[in-house]
Structures are given as C-alpha cells and as structure tokens.
C-alpha cells in the first residue's frame, strides 16, 4: 500500500493530519458551542455552521489563484499554516462575545483558504512523475487516510478536556442542559421539573438556585469547550514544525522550484481547445459534487442533532467500547495484531509480534470494559470519531481492492468511483429513514429531547456506509482535479474542487431549515434525491469525463 510513492506523500501526509485534528475537533463542537454558550437556535447555529464550513473551502479557491498567480506554491502553504494558528489561538480565549468567535472562525476559514488546496495540488504535482503518475489515486486515497487519523482522535480531545472542565469544578455533564439553562435565564416557557431534576443530577448537591446555577453551568461548559479549541491550536504547532523541517521532500511538486524546460509534459502547456475541454469536464463534476457535500456534511448538524435528541443516551459496557479511546484503541491493535497473524506473507517472527500485540491487547481491553458500568452514558460529539476511524480502517482495503481490479484490467475509472460514491451516499440515507419513520418530529420533542430514542447503531451503520461513499468520491475527485486540471491552473482548480465542498457546506443549512419543519424521515429523504439524481447525472455525462482523464 505504501511502497513505491515519494517521500513528499508522507510529509504532506503527516503535516495534513495534524492540521485536520485541529479541523475536526473544531467541528465537532462549533455547533454545540454556538448553542450552548450564546443560546442560538439550531436554526442559527446552523446557518453559522454552514457559512463556516462555506468559507473554509470557498477561500481555498483564492488561495490557489494566489499560488498560481505568484508561483510561490510552498510559501503559500506555510502562510495558511500560520494564519489558521492565530485563528484557533483567539477561539481559545474565553470572555469575548460572539463577535470575536465569528471573528476568529473567518481567521482560520481564510488560513484554511491558503493551506487546503495548495497541499493537494502539491502532492497532485509530486505525481507528474511519470514513475509514479499510476498512482495517483491510490496516493490521494493514503493522503486523505492521514486527514482522517486526525480527525478520529478530535472528538474524543474535545469532550474529554470539556468533562475534565466541568469535572474541576464539581459539575457532570449533560447535553441538554445548556438549552434549558438559556431559556430559563432568558425567561421562556421551558419543563422547570426537567431543569430542575437535570441540575440535580450534575451537581455535587442540591440545586436550590435555578438561576446562578444556570449562569454557572453555561460558564464552565463553555469554558471547556474554549479549552478544546486550545488544544486545536497545540495541533496547528505541530503540523507548522513538520512542514518546516520536512518540505525539501516536497520541492519537486513545486513549479517554482523548476526551469520550464525541467517540466514533464503533463505540467507543460496544452493547446486552447484543450483547455477548454478539461475545464467544462472540470465544472460538470464541480456541479454533480456540490449535492453529496450538502449530504455527507451533515454529519456535525442534523446528524449531531439526531444523535443528541433521538439516540439513547446510555448503552451497554460492551457497546460503549466503541465511544471511549481507552477501550476502542486496544480493540483496533487486537485487530492489527489478528491481521498480522493471519497474513501468511509474513515471517515467523512478524507474526509472532502480531499475536504478542493481540493477545496484550485483549487484556488491556478486558481490563478496561471491566471498569465500565452496566449502563454508560454518551455523547453526540462521540459519534464524529466513526467516519474517520472507518476512514483509516477501510482505507488499506479499498486501495487493495482498486489495486486487485486493476491487475485485472478491471478498474473502474476515477468518474465511474466517483459516480458509484453519490449512489452509496442515498443508500446511507435510506437505512436512517427506517427508525425515522416512528420517531416524533424536531419541532414537537422540545429542548429535553425525544422521549423515545433508538439504538445508535442505526446512527453508525449510517456513518459506515457515508464513509465507503466517501472513499469513493472525495479522494477520487481530488486525483480527476490534479489530473485534469491545465498545468498552470493545478492550485485554482484545486480551489474549485474544494469550492464544490463550499457551495455543499453552504447548503447545509438546508438540514436545519427543514429540521424544524418536516418529519424526521422527510429530512433524510431530501439527501436521498439529491444524491441520486446527482449519481445519474455523473452516469449520463461518464463518456465525456473519461475521455479527458485519459
């Protein structure tokens, strides 16, 4: 899986993850930070959320302009690493209002603009060599592995320095709670019993003042989460040092770096016509894409909110493996090391280290779940580690499968992955409508939540299925862009890509306007259609791509 690509890959790689963690834990929690500490709607929240996440990729589109325009692509890079940095710090200081927030997220969307784009495109060019250009997607599907390393652990740093946070200063915590405490203070009509029986449960006493406790617990849920975004700047340090002191392993995907008669063909230039051609393929793909980002981004919305609202909020100790690192990381050595033991390729002594590895982490994870109680409590953020850790699992198995098909001259083309990826998308979305059908909608649960609540395993079977969609199509689009795209337009048309995941984001609002308006199986079955027709659509216009990706 990994032999054979330039050491630049695994630089980029490296520097990406820790970036993405930052990201991702930044994800995660915006939108229950938004809610919890200024009492927002999730209407509101929603449209914050969206706009963010539209700004993110929509500026990366400028960064790549800027890139090509100056030809200074790793300096670019470096700009966006830093930038992000002073955004991420700023979110990290508490006592400002939501100005400054919404400040400091445009900091890090712009950082973000600069960084993104011109990365991919970076190890796009890496990939013009024509020793490695057959690898291409196989080397993007590894690079997006490393964006999802660093997202898996996101979540659970999140919440865990918040319940720290909160643990510190007597208090537990409850995802309701912050809702309640906002309407409470601001006067509404709320379940003063529920608010009263919650407050109870997290305190260390009785409650007896509804109103400096509610002051209190939005304070320190709050704080927690600005020690969260601390954390994420800690991740940006990280990522700028890598950079530093590894980027001469990335040079040769800089056209700066090269006269223009030291250029392979396919950076050089190409006729009018041509041109042309690329980018009309370029922008029907641009167009299809949009609609999948709008539904595969709902992840830190709707999906948040369902899981908040309609999941139950305790499960077994064996279910809870999966929703604490202290027991989900020894299950993935066992794993790793069961994998090693059965792979017949390897010597004695590789497979005894797999078994060593296994049989040691069984012990640790029998150690650990005995500590867990018979009823575990989780969180809705938790469920944001599941597509990145099927990301990383599901990764080695896809590019073996892609690399097995094309042995046999089987490999289906980047757009037909592409295609197959939209597909998989409605077909998540149709195993969330089963449960949804007999579940009240949004608008009648109140801020307490709905009192009947499903398995999640619903809610990560869903996420399981998204994932596959994505490593079908997000990977393989950034590879069809890098390939495509005309050799002095390789950082602009990387910013488009990331522009189509922008115009998505933006859109994602769409979720939480019909949130509060529509049954839940209705909700789910607006990201059916668009999916689908989306698919048909990349199936009816496959001739074309796949003449100018050849």
Do not use: C
């Not at 929509?58 to 830093?82: E, N, P, Q, Y």
């Not at 998540?428 to 009192?451: N, Q, R």
């Not at 398995?455 to 399981?464: G, M, V």
């Not at 979720?511 to 049954?519: A, D, Y």
């Amino acid at each position: 899986m990994f032999k054979g690509h330039p050491k630049g890959l695994y630089v980029a790689f490296f520097a990406n993850m820790g970036e993405r963690f930052g990201f991702y834990t930044m994800m995660a929690i915006l939108v229950l930070f938004l809610q919890a500490k200024y009492g927002l709607s999730a209407e509101k929240a929603g449209s914050i959320y969206s706009t963010f996440y539209f700004a993110i990729y929509g500026l990366a589109l400028l960064g790549g302009i800027l890139a090509d325009v100056t030809g200074k692509l790793m300096r670019t890079i470096l700009s966006g690493l830093i930038i992000m940095f002073l955004g991420y710090v700023l979110m990290s200081i508490p006592g400002f209002g939501l100005g400054v927030s919404l400040t400091a997220l445009g900091i890090i969307a712009f950082g973000n603009g600069l960084f993104k784009g011109n990365l991919q495109a970076l190890v796009g060019n890496l990939y013009e060599d024509p020793k490695y250009s057959h690898l291409r997607d196989r080397a993007f599907t590894i690079f997006y592995m490393g964006i999802n390393i660093g997202a898996f652990f996101a979540p659970s740093a999140a919440t865990g320095v918040r319940n720290w946070w909160l643990k510190t200063h007597g208090l537990g915590y409850n995802a309701n709670l912050p809702q309640l405490a906002h309407g409470y203070l601001n006067g509404e009509q709320i379940d003063l019993a529920s608010f009263q029986s919650l407050a109870n449960q997290v305190s260390s006493a009785p409650v007896t003042d509804l109103k400096a406790f509610a002051t209190h617990y939005i304070d320190v849920f709050s704080q927690g989460y600005h020690m969260a975004f601390g954390i994420a700047a800690i991740s940006m340090v990280i990522s700028l040092i890598i950079y530093l002191v590894l980027n001469k392993y990335l040079r040769y995907g800089d056209i700066a770096n090269k006269k223009k008669d030291e250029l392979p063909p396919s950076m050089q230039e190409i006729s009018p016509q041509e041109t042309r051609q690329r980018l009309t393929a370029l922008g029907l793909v641009f167009i299809t894409v949009i609609f999948f980002w709008m539904a595969f981004h709902q992840n830190g919305l709707t999906l948040t909110l369902f899981a908040r609202d309609y999941i139950r909020e305790h499960v077994s100790r064996w279910s809870y493996i999966f929703f604490d690192l202290r027991s989900f990381l020894p299950l993935i050595f066992a794993i790793i090391g069961l994998i090693y033991v059965l792979n017949k390729k390897l010597d004695t002594r590789s497979r005894v280290i797999g078994l060593l590895v296994m049989v040691s982490s069984l012990i640790l994870l029998f150690y650990v779940v005995h500590g867990f109680n018979d009823q575990m409590p989780i969180e809705p953020e938790k469920f944001q580690h599941f597509n990145p850790i099927f990301i990383v699992f599901l990764t080695p198995v896809v590019v073996w499968f892609f690399g097995w098909l094309d042995k046999k001259g089987k490999e289906p083309s980047t757009p037909r992955k592409i295609a197959i990826g939209m597909f998989l998308a409605a077909v998540a979305y149709m195993l969330l409508v089963i449960p949804s059908f007999h579940l009240p909608a949004p608008k009648v649960i109140g801020d307490a939540g709905s009192p009947e609540r499903i398995s999640e395993q619903w809610l990560i079977s869903t996420y399981f299925i998204l994932t596959i969609a994505e490593l079908f199509l997000s990977p393989m689009g950034i590879s069809f862009f890098s390939k495509v795209a005309p050799p002095k337009m390789k950082g602009s048309m990387q910013g488009v890509w990331l522009g189509a995941t922008a115009v998505g984001n933006l859109l994602l609002q769409v979720g939480t306007f019909f949130w509060v308006r529509l049954e839940l199986w209705q909700v789910w079955s607006i990201f059916i259609a668009v999916t689908l027709l989306s698919g048909l659509f990349i199936v009816s216009i496959m001739k074309k791509l796949e003449r100018v990706a050849k």
